[in-house]
Nanobody, 126 residues
Framework: QVPLVESGGGLVQSGGSLRLSCTAS????????MGWFRQVPGKAREFVAA????????SYGGDVEGRFTISRDNAKNRVYLQMNSLKPEDTAVYYC???????????????????WGQGTQVTVSS
């Protein structure tokens, strides 16, 4: 069973918005900081955003800060990524990840993450 499942991807015009969701199962969600990454073919996975267990601390990749917002609902075992002012260069497969081994810190390094979802495609047309 895949512990993380993303949803909410799709096709949107430049300037539009999408909200991605990631639902966790089979893990104790409140023990994990969560992150969103994205990847395009031929390139390394890129950090997008991360959020602490409590939801009080967030960090963002430089390209998305001010446009994207990460949040989580611990009662629903979900993490969200609200994406506004989308650009064609935001086109990618978006993955959520869970990291439990870094204590109260946030991580932008994919190697720190213990679990990954299968990804959801986001396509932004110009």
């Amino acid at each position: 069973q895949v512990p993380l499942v993303e949803s909410g991807g799709g096709l949107v015009q430049s300037g539009g918005s999408l909200r991605l969701s990631c639902t966790a199962s089979g893990i104790t969600f409140t023990r994990y900081s969560m992150g969103w990454f994205r990847q395009v073919p031929g390139k390394a996975r890129e950090f997008v955003a991360a959020i602490s267990v409590s939801g009080l601390h967030e960090s963002y990749g430089g390209d998305v800060e001010g446009r994207f917002t990460i949040s989580r609902d611990n009662a629903k075992n979900r993490v969200y990524l609200q994406m506004n002012s989308l650009k064609p260069e935001d086109t990618a497969v978006y993955y959520c990840g869970a990291t439990g081994g870094i204590g109260p810190f946030l991580s932008s390094a994919g190697i720190d993450y213990d679990y990954w979802g299968q990804g959801t495609q986001v396509t932004v047309s110009s």
